[in-house]
Structure formats: C-alpha cells, structure tokens
C-alpha cells in the first residue's frame, strides 16, 4: 500500500514555477545525464507535473517526470495526459518507480505541510531512500498563486538547505513568507528559534532599505540580502538567483531547536 494520505489535492498552473526553476539549477539535476524528477502528490490536476516536464526539459531534453498520486481516481485522471517524459501512477512516500529506478529529484510541494510535525522526519528518511547518489528531495510550501514560496533541500543524510522565493514587485515585507513555511518550521516560528531569528533580521533590514526602493523592488531587495550576510548569516544564493527574490541559508542556521 501507499505510503502517506490523500492531500486535499488542491493545485493550479504556475503555481510551482519558483521551486520548478530552482530545482532546474540546482547542481544535482545539473549534472544528472537523464534527470529522472518525481512529483509527488501532485493533486487533483495533472497542471504542475506537465509544467515541471516542460521546464526541466528546456535545460536538459532526457528528463523524465513521473507524477505520483495516492488517490487511484486522480492518477486516471492524469493518465490521458501521459506524453513522451511524462507518466503518472500511484504511490506515496515510498516512491516506486518502475523497474527500481531512484530519482534525481523528488518534489514534494504542498503535501507534508498536511501532515503532523512529528511526522516529517520519517518522511524524509523513506523519500530520500528512493534517491540516486547525490540525488534531493525537495519539500515545501507555495501560496496558491505561486508568489510566496519556501523549501528544504534534502538528501540522503538529512536537510541541508532552506530557501525562500518571493515575487519582489509589491512586496510588503519578507515576512509574509511565514505563513508558507514547511511543515518543518512553521511551528518554530517563536521567539528562540532560529527560523524566527532570521525572518525577523529579514523583516527588519527590509525597513532600513527602504530608501533603496526608489530603484525597484529588486535593488531594495539585493540591498537587504546583502545587509542580512553582513549580520552573520550564510547566504548561498548566486547573486543572479538573488535577483529572482531568492533566498538560500544551509539548514544548520534555520533548524528547530532540540
């Protein structure tokens, strides 16, 4: 049987092309020969698996995309939309995949965030099972029209990185990103956790470059990622991604308190 529940299955176009675009970056898919990327729980539309074929592919044309769902009824839904690169069938956290591949990527954006904090780890660790050496699991959280988004980067030893995306054009502050954080830290946003430590300097140097703003969202934006690395924090984003709104810390800097 399937490992996980059905999500409520909720989904749209766009919505994931911010984490879609990073995990096209990303070193792992980078140098993978023929990608072979996992959407996980994918929800009640095909949508966001066919655009993570499509954008996978403008940078490297052998990616593969399987689309997994643990509600029978949606994978025949998604079925009549298989094409060369894209196949859906059932499964969950245990990720089968045909013929015992592992995958370079598994995506799985909007599902834990349904699930219980306690939960999460375990997760994790049946997931990043299924991975190819160097491989990621890619769990987060997106609004539902794709301008707020967040996730952890995992690989087979634990999490290694948190990255945050915002649509920079009128943006308020940050810190709106707080109401799509994964599962993993959306509870841990408090006084003492180191989420909340940086979201905050985050929220903060935003105000202090408001003078910035006079140049565009953008520079206001670089401004503050450049003030936020200069209060201590790691910042590994490349400065052409950081023009994107990204934002990337290793996970050591945003992890739970034990």
């Known amino acids: 049987m399937p490992e996980g529940r059905i999500t409520r299955g909720t989904t749209g176009t766009n919505r994931l092309r911010r984490v879609d675009r990073w995990i096209a970056a990303s070193p792992g898919f980078l140098s993978a020969e023929a990608p072979l990327v996992v959407d996980l729980g994918y929800g009640a539309a095909h949508w966001t698996a066919s ?48 013929d015992g591949e592992r995958a370079t990527v598994i995506r799985a954006l909007n599902v834990l965030r349904q699930y219980d904090e306690s939960e999460v780890a375990p997760a994790w660790s049946l997931m990043s099972s299924r991975l190819k050496p160097g491989g990621i699991v890619v769990d987060g959280t997106s609004n539902e029209i794709g301008r707020v988004a967040s996730w952890i980067a995992v690989d087979a030893t634990g999490p290694q990185s948190f990255t945050l995306s915002l649509r920079l054009t009128d943006l308020e502050h940050p810190g709106v990103v707080a109401e799509r954080l ?62 994107l709104g990204e934002l990337t810390v290793p996970w050591s800097e945003v992890a739970p308190l034990p």
């Open 51 to 98: 655009e993570l074929l499509d954008r996978l592919r403008a940078v490297n044309p052998r990616t593969r995309v399987v689309g997994l769902e643990i509600d029978p009824a949606r994978v025949a839904a998604a079925t009549p939309y298989e094409r060369d690169g894209l196949s859906f069938a059932r499964g969950g956290f245990e990720v089968p995949l045909p």
């Open 182 to 243: 994964p599962k993993a830290l959306i509870h841990r946003n408090v006084p003492g956790e180191r989420i909340h430590a940086m979201l905050s300097d985050l929220d903060r140097l935003w105000l202090h470059t408001a003078g910035y703003a006079e140049f565009g969202a953008q520079q206001r934006w670089l401004e503050t990622v450049r003030r936020l690395a200069d209060h201590g924090w790691t910042i590994t984003t490349p400065q052409r991604r950081r023009r």
